[in-house]
Nanobody, 121 residues
């Protein structure tokens, strides 16, 4: 069963912005280390952004300076603000929670179903 639910994916032109959200089924998930991953057909899943209560935010080099990961415990949500979007940002974005090893992209215990982001030129 899905334990994380992503939303906010859409089709947007290059240079535009989107804000993805991830809502855990349990509020305690927001206390865990969490991350956003993305995947496109024919390529490996790649880490995009990660955040931990005891570690600072971490970003893939390809999105650094354009994306921001944040948590709002009052709203029980994880966010990914994406600015200055490029066609290469196109992909299925997944929310993950509870890092167990290999920080920041190694092993996560819980995953969502994904939300599609499409950036056109």
């Amino acid at each position: 069963q899905a334990q994380l639910v992503e939303s906010g994916g859409d089709s947007v032109q290059a240079g535009g912005s989107l804000r993805l959200s991830c809502t855990p089924s349990e509020y305690t998930y927001l206390r865990y280390a969490m991350a956003w991953f993305r995947q496109v057909p024919g390529k490996e899943r790649e880490g995009v952004a990660a955040i931990s209560p005891i570690r600072g935010p971490t970003y893939a080099d390809s999105v650094k300076g354009r994306f921001t990961i944040s948590k709002d415990t009052a709203k029980n949500a994880l966010y990914l603000q994406m600015n200055w979007l490029k066609p290469d940002d196109t992909g299925m974005y997944f929310c993950a929670a509870d890092s167990r090893s290999g920080w920041p992209w190694g092993v996560y215990r819980f995953w969502g179903q994904g939300t599609q982001v499409t950036v056109s030129s």
